[in-house]
C-alpha cells in the first residue's frame, strides 16, 4: 500500500535552515508529482510547493518563493523540502502527499503523517 | 492566485441531518476541485474530486456539485464519525484552500 514518511522536523531559531524528507513506498514514485502542504497551529490548510515527476517543474506558493526549494531523488524514492531563512510564521506541521499524475497539480488519495517545524527564538 | 471563500467556518448539526458546505472560486477553476475531511492530530483525507467524483472507498452519504464558480459538498445522513474539519481546494492553478468548515455536534 501507498506509504508516505515524513521526517526532518524540529525546533529551529528565525533565520536558520532546515531540510525536510519524504520517503515513499507502494508506487511507481518516479511517475508521480509530489506536493507539500503546510497548517500551521489550529489553522488551515496551506499548498507549500510541487514537484513534477520528472523535475521539470517546481511550483512554489508565493510565501515561501525564493525560501524554500523542492527537489525528489527518484532513484531513492524521496522527496525534499529546503527551507531557507525561515520564520515564526513558517511554524507548522509539514505533509508531503501523492499528485494524482507526472505533470498537473492533481488532488491528494495520499498524505503521510506530517512532521512539525518549529520556529522560534 | 485564486481564492477560495468556503463557508459557513462552523456548523453545528446533529446525527442523521443533511449539510451542505460551500465554496466560491475568485475565478473559473473549471472542475478542478476537491474536497477533504480532516480530524485533530490527523493527515486530510480526500472524499470527493474533480468537483463531484466520489474518491474510492468513501461513503456515498458524501456528494459534491458544481455550478460556475460555486462548488458544493453535501453529506446526508450526517453519522458520528463525519463530525470533523472539511475543506475544498482548487487545483486549477497553484492549489489553495479555502478556510475550513468544522461540522460540530449541535
Known amino acids: 500500500q501507498v506509504q508516505l514518511v515524513e521526517s526532518g522536523g524540529g525546533v529551529v531559531q528565525p533565520g536558520e535552515s532546515l531540510r525536510l524528507s519524504c520517503t515513499a513506498s507502494g508506487f511507481p514514485f518516479s511517475s508521480y508529482g509530489m506536493h507539500w502542504v503546510r497548517q500551521a497551529p489550529g489553522k488551515g490548510l496551506e499548498w507549500v510547493a510541487f514537484i513534477r515527476s520528472d523535475e521539470t517543474g517546481n511550483f512554489y506558493a508565493d510565501s515561501v518563493k525564493g525560501r524554500f526549494f523542492v527537489s525528489r531523488e527518484n532513484s531513492r524514492d524521496t522527496m525534499f523540502l529546503q527551507m531557507h531563512y525561515l520564520r515564526p510564521e513558517d511554524t507548522a506541521v509539514y505533509y508531503c502527499a501523492k499528485g494524482d499524475s507526472g505533470t498537473y497539480y492533481g488532488h491528494s488519495e495520499h498524505w503521510g503523517q506530517g512532521t512539525l517545524v518549529t520556529v522560534s527564538s | 492566485d485564486v481564492q477560495m471563500t468556503q463557508s459557513p467556518s462552523t456548523l453545528s448539526a446533529s446525527v442523521g441531518d443533511r449539510v451542505t458546505i460551500t465554496c466560491r472560486a475568485s475565478?473559473?477553476?473549471?472542475?478542478?476541485l476537491a474536497w477533504y475531511q480532516q480530524k485533530p492530530g490527523k493527515a486530510p483525507k480526500l472524499l470527493i474530486y474533480?468537483?463531484?467524483t466520489l474518491q474510492s472507498g468513501v461513503s456515498s452519504r458524501f456528494s459534491g456539485s458544481a455550478s460556475g464558480t460555486e462548488f458544493t459538498l453535501t453529506i446526508s445522513n450526517l453519522q458520528p464519525d463525519d463530525f470533523a474539519t472539511y475543506y475544498c481546494q482548487q487545483y486549477y492553478t497553484s492549489p489553495t484552500f479555502g478556510q475550513g468548515t468544522k461540522v460540530e455536534i449541535k
Open positions: 475565478q473559473s477553476v473549471s472542475v478542478w
Open positions: 474533480k468537483a463531484s
